[in-house]
C-alpha cells in the first residue's frame, strides 16, 4: 500500500497544490487555464509525437489496443444513456453526457501522468495517443451527435451531425499531433537529435503542469445538490470503465501485458476535464462540474485500488 500511496500521492498532491494557488489568489485562475492551454497545444502534442516518433507504425498504434478501448467505452457509454433515458426519465442530450461522463477518461492530463508513474513514459506516450484517438474521433463526436438531436436539429441527419462534429475536433493540436507521428512512423522520417531533445524537454512539462491545471481549474466548481447524479456518474467512470477495459481486452490475445496495463489505467482516470464544457452546451453544466469535482476526488481512492489489482 505505501508502494502504491507512493506513486498515486504525488499526482493528487499537485492536484491539491494547483488547487490551494487558486483558492489563496496566488496564482489566478485565468493562469491555469493558460497552463492548460499549453499542456494540450505544445506539451502533450509532444508527448503524443515522442512515443511515435522513430518507430514503425505498429509500434506506433496497435490495432488490438484500440478495438478493446473503443469497445470498452462504447458498451459503457450506450449503458450509461439507456440507464438514464429509462430509469432516470432524462432528456436524450441528459442521457448523452451522462454516457458520456461514464465512458470517456481524463487522458491527456491524469491518464498519461498515473500511467507514466506505473510504466513509464514509453508505454504512457503509446496509449495517450491511441485513448485520444477513441475519445476524439468516436466518443465525443457520437454522444454531441445524439445529443444535438434531441436540440432543434432532428432535421439534420445522424451523418451530418457526426461529420460537422468531426471537422470541429480535426482542429484539434492533439489530433494534428497524432497524425504527424503516424506519418513519420509510416514513412519511416527519422527525427533528428536537436528536434528529438526539444520535444522531450516539452514532453517532461506535459504531467505536472497538466495535474497543477487540473486542480486550479477545479476550484469554484460546486457540486449544488447534484450529488445523486454525480455520484453515478463517477462511480460508473472509475470502476466500470477500467473494468470493462479489462474484460474487453480478453478478446484481443496478441495485445502485450504492459499496454493491457496502460488501457486499464487510462480507462481508471476521471472524466473529461471539458467536461462541463461539452455540458454547457445542453444547459447542464452545473451538473457536469459536480462530477468532475466528485470524479477527481473520489479517483484517488479507486486510482489506487485499480493499480493495487493490476500490480
Given at each position: 500500500?505505501?508502494?502504491?500511496?507512493s506513486i498515486t500521492a504525488p499526482i493528487f498532491i499537485l492536484i491539491a497544490l494547483g488547487y490551494v494557488c487558486v483558492m489563496t489568489r496566488l496564482i489566478s485562475q485565468d493562469a491555469t487555464r493558460g497552463m492548460g492551454v499549453f499542456v494540450i497545444t505544445i506539451a502533450l502534442p509532444a508527448l503524443i509525437v515522442r512515443g511515435m516518433a522513430n518507430k514503425p507504425?505498429?509500434?506506433s498504434m496497435d490495432i488490438d489496443f484500440l478495438g478493446g478501448y473503443a469497445l470498452?467505452?462504447?458498451?459503457?457509454?450506450?449503458?450509461?444513456?439507456?440507464?438514464?433515458?429509462?430509469?432516470?426519465?432524462?432528456?436524450?442530450?441528459?442521457?448523452?453526457?451522462a454516457g458520456l461522463g461514464m465512458s470517456s477518461a481524463n487522458s491527456g492530463f491524469i491518464g498519461v501522468s498515473i500511467c507514466a508513474m506505473v510504466l513509464g513514459t514509453e508505454p504512457a506516450s503509446r496509449a495517450v495517443a491511441m485513448t485520444i484517438l477513441v475519445e476524439s474521433m468516436v466518443m465525443i463526436p457520437l454522444a454531441m451527435a445524439i445529443a444535438d438531436s434531441s436540440g432543434g436539429q432532428e432535421n439534420t441527419g445522424l451523418i451530418k451531425r457526426l461529420a460537422l462534429t468531426a471537422k470541429r475536433l480535426m482542429r484539434s493540436?492533439?489530433?494534428?499531433?497524432?497524425?504527424?507521428?503516424?506519418?513519420?512512423?509510416?514513412?519511416?522520417i527519422p527525427l533528428p537529435g536537436v528536434a528529438l531533445r526539444v520535444i522531450d524537454m516539452l514532453a517532461m512539462a506535459a504531467a505536472p503542469v497538466a495535474l497543477f491545471a487540473v486542480g486550479g481549474n477545479l476550484?469554484?466548481?460546486?457540486p449544488r445538490g447534484m450529488l445523486g447524479d454525480a455520484t453515478a456518474i463517477s462511480l460508473a467512470k472509475l470502476i466500470l470503465h477500467p473494468a470493462l477495459t479489462a474484460l474487453a481486452f480478453l478478446l484481443f490475445p496478441g495485445l502485450t501485458p504492459e499496454m493491457r496495463q496502460a488501457g486499464v489505467l487510462f480507462a481508471a482516470a476521471p472524466m473529461l476535464s471539458i467536461y462541463p464544457i461539452l455540458g454547457m452546451r445542453y444547459g447542464i453544466e452545473a451538473r457536469c462540474s459536480a462530477t468532475l469535482l466528485l470524479g477527481t476526488v473520489l479517483s484517488f481512492i479507486t486510482i489506487s485500488a485499480t493499480i493495487a489489482l493490476i500490480s
Open positions: 500500500m505505501l508502494e502504491i500511496l507504425l505498429a509500434d470498452a467505452s462504447l458498451v459503457l457509454f450506450a449503458l450509461g444513456l439507456i440507464a438514464y433515458r429509462r430509469l432516470r426519465h432524462a432528456s436524450l442530450a441528459e442521457s448523452s453526457m493540436p492533439l489530433l494534428i499531433a497524432i497524425c504527424l507521428g503516424l506519418a513519420l512512423s509510416a514513412l519511416r476550484h469554484g466548481l460546486r
